[in-house]
């Protein structure tokens, strides 16, 4: 998770290193288009998962939600601090359980109801309305936050169904596709470092979702979750030293309010799988 963290600021870091040199969508389109040199070992396990026309349309609305998410991403790293993205990119996590009870019709006790809300003092926090001014960037952070997790919810019904290759592959030829006609509507001449930086966005976004991965099959969510607070450490640190931004100590408490929300849900949620799974002991006799 500590490389984790470290490929993805170094993606966020690229991403505003670029600025507003490329259009988003057409950032957001070469990106993913360069990107798909890493599906090609990932060919053969779509094609042989024989999808059903429900799973079909699962993955197109999971490429639609997902093309709008990484548009407005790509917007908001070229209008606001490093520090402010990742930190109401955790809100994601939140949106996906309000999602999971509003259209999973999941349980939702009332503590974690309670983080959810505090989770949400967070992100006001972060944003103090009337206090800052809010630029457009932020609400694009609002938006990326919520079509991040819509895509979240949709993946969570198709991981049980088909495997980690399919969905991975699937979300990128999508995404590529839905990004082509936004990107071809502002498109602009592209200078050969800017396409060599987004091939690098595209080598550490794969980077990091690969040692994510890993990290989810080494340790329990409860683990790995708290850790990925070091991200908005980097990302402060980054845009400190790298690109001359203040550094905001109500971001900073913002996220970290975010932050312990989450890892107390992910820690309910762990208590509760724990309380419904046997233990081996219960399976005997």
Not at 124 to 142: N, S, T
Request: charged fraction near 10%; charge should be positive.
């Amino acid at each position: 998770m500590v490389l984790t963290g470290l490929n993805f600021v170094a993606v966020t870091a690229i991403v505003k290193h670029i600025g507003n040199d490329v259009p988003a969508a057409q950032s957001a389109f070469l990106r993913y288009f360069l990107g798909l040199v890493f599906l090609i070992p990932m060919i053969r396990p779509i094609l042989a998962a024989h999808l059903t026309k429900r799973q079909l349309k699962l993955f197109i609305a999971r490429g639609v939600v997902h093309t709008i998410a990484v548009i407005l991403w790509f917007f908001a790293m070229a209008r606001i601090p490093i520090a402010d993205v990742t930190a109401m990119n955790y809100l994601s996590p939140v949106y996906v359980t309000l999602g999971a009870a509003l259209v999973l019709k999941e349980a939702l006790p009332p503590r974690r109801l309670a983080a959810v809300i505090i989770a949400l003092v967070g992100a006001i926090v972060i944003l103090r309305p009337g206090f800052r001014e809010i630029d457009h960037g932020h609400i694009a952070m609002l938006g990326t936050a919520l079509m991040f997790a819509a895509g979240y919810l949709i993946a969570k019904q198709l991981s049980g169904e088909v495997s980690a290759a399919v969905v991975v592959g699937m979300l990128s030829s999508t995404v590529t596709i839905g990004l082509a006609p936004f990107a071809w509507a502002v498109w602009v001449p592209v200078a050969w470092s800017d396409i060599g930086w987004l091939f690098l966005v595209a080598c550490f976004a794969t980077a990091g979702h690969y040692t994510m991965t890993l990290a989810f099959a080494a340790a329990p969510l409860t683990v790995t979750q708290p850790v990925t607070f070091l991200q908005l450490i980097w990302a402060v640190a980054m845009g400190a030293l790298v690109f001359n931004e203040p550094v905001d100590g109500w971001v900073v408490f913002g996220g970290a309010i975010i932050m312990a929300s989450i890892s107390f849900i992910t820690w309910r949620e762990a208590l509760a799988k724990r309380r419904i799974t046997p233990t081996a002991h219960q399976t005997k006799g």
